[in-house]
């Protein structure tokens, strides 16, 4: 690694390490394997990623597999790594990689519930109802543009994350319009078992709706904040009361997703920001 030019560099076993060098963002390149101390590495890039963990979610990270089984590469993918190797590895291998995403690094897809490196072998004409893209830093570009001064790299990944932020906010209100249908149309045709077939569905827009109300916080959309906040509250009456839930309140579900979805707009189905 040093003599690819690569300098300041951790190794660690820890998990607890790991996480902190992520808090702290101080990674530009992480090179992990799957499982660390019996912990999921994965769940820390996906936090990463979903910019839960540290306030730079675009590290290149390149995870390695000890085995080939596929719903646990799936599950690896899923967490928002750039690349797989499956172990044992030889060194040339590594440098491939990394002079490959030195070079080209895949845009990130925006879902409600994924945010990484596009998966998709083929690159398809967008239509309405595709996921938005953004192409993101590539510390590693960067870096050998322009040393060991960051203040470049800052800049563009501060830049690039707001954009992400708000791509984010946009997919989740498409998400609360959907699951807000979904649960006043269930419950409307009484459907038999409903409730315990609702479960899910209440219990993501539960979730939807705490990490919109997370993310409002810290951009322009915060003035819509109150909206998701009563969203939240109908949301967790849904899951509690059941059967003892008001048609009212239903409709006023749905009312409020639908004036959310206008007040954000229709998600942007292209690159949403071009990092030079």
């Known amino acids: 690694m040093f003599a690819m030019g690569f300098r300041a560099i951790s190794e660690t076993g820890s998990y607890i390490k790991l996480h902190d060098l992520i808090e702290q963002d101080s990674v530009d390149l992480l090179i992990a394997a799957t499982e660390l101390e019996g912990n999921d590495v994965g769940y820390l890039i996906k ?4 910019q839960r963990l540290g306030g730079n979610p675009f590290p290149v990270v ?18 928002g790594c750039d690349d797989l190797l499956l172990m044992p590895i030889a060194p040339d291998q590594l440098i491939l990689r990394i002079e490959k995403l030195f070079h080209t690094r895949k845009p990130f897809v925006v879902t409600h519930d994924y945010t990484g490196p596009d998966r998709r072998a083929k690159q398809r004409q967008f239509d309405a109802h595709s996921a938005p893209m953004l192409e993101v830093p590539n510390p590693l570009r960067v870096r050998s543009e322009t040393g060991i001064d960051g203040t470049r790299l800052h800049r563009m990944i501060d830049e690039a994350a707001a954009t992400l932020n708000r791509m984010k906010i946009e997919r989740y209100a498409v998400q609360i319009d959907w699951l807000s249908n979904h649960i006043h149309g269930t419950i409307r045709d009484s459907k038999e078992d409903m409730w315990h077939a609702l479960l899910p569905h209440t219990a993501r827009l539960v979730q939807v709706c705490e ?18 906040t009563e969203l939240l509250d109908i949301a967790h009456r849904l899951e509690s009361a059941q059967n003892a839930i008001r048609f009212s309140e239903l409709e006023r579900l749905n009312a409020l997703s639908k004036n959310l979805l206008r007040s954000l707009g229709s998600p942007r189905p292209f690159v949403a920001a071009k990092i030079g």
Do not use: W
């Open 47 to 50: 936090e990463m990623r979903d």
């Open 62 to 79: 390149i995870s390695l597999l000890s085995r080939p089984e596929p719903d646990y590469v799936k599950r690896i993918i899923n967490a």
């Open 211 to 228: 990490d919109m109300i997370r993310r409002m916080k810290r951009s322009p959309s915060d003035v819509l904040s109150g909206p998701v």
